[in-house]
Each structure stands twice: as structure tokens, then as C-alpha cells.
């Protein structure tokens, strides 16, 4: 099944930072760490962001959805704040 977005809407899956550097370095704890996902569709409106883009965005302006035992995220364009 695949999740179409309406109008500046993007459909991604979250993604796990990685908890140490290329170089080995790990990294500490912090009190907030960026939200990452992988943009599986885009809507008819957007116009900065493409499917497969890693994108870092606000992580409480999200509608999370389980569909065939994964999860989706549903945001708007906006709500991105940069793509990696």
C-alpha cells in the first residue's frame, strides 16, 4: 500500500542517527536529538523536497501512521527544517 499526500503534505520514515562519527568518535547524550527521516512520496505542492531526500524535521508537528507493520510520518513541507 502506498500513503499518497495531499497538497504540500510529505509521507517519510523515521530514521536512527547515528551515535557515533566515521572516525569512531562517539557521540554523548543529548537532552534533544534531530528527528531524520527518509521521504517516501511528496505532494502535488511541494516544491523543495523529493522522495528519497534525508530530511531532518520538527518531531512534534508529525501524524504518525502504521500501515503493514511500518510506520509513516505525514508532515507538512514547512515543517522541514533542512534535507542532509
Not at 520514515?13 to 568518535?25: A, N, R, V, Y
Request: net charge negative; charged share 35%; glycine share 4%.
Amino acid at each position: 500500500m502506498s500513503l499518497k499526500p495531499l497538497k504540500d503534505r510529505v509521507v517519510a520514515t523515521k530514521e536512527q542517527p547515528l551515535e557515533k562519527t566515521k572516525s569512531g568518535i562517539l557521540l554523548g547524550e543529548a537532552k534533544e536529538k534531530p528527528a531524520y527521516a527518509v521521504v517516501e512520496s511528496v505532494g502535488p505542492e511541494v516544491k523543495s523536497i523529493k522522495k528519497g531526500d534525508k530530511i531532518i524535521y520538527k518531531e512534534y508537528s508529525t501524524t504518525e501512521v502504521d500501515i503493514d507493520n511500518k510506520t509513516y510520518l505525514i508532515l507538512n513541507e514547512e515543517d522541514i527544517l533542512a534535507t542532509l
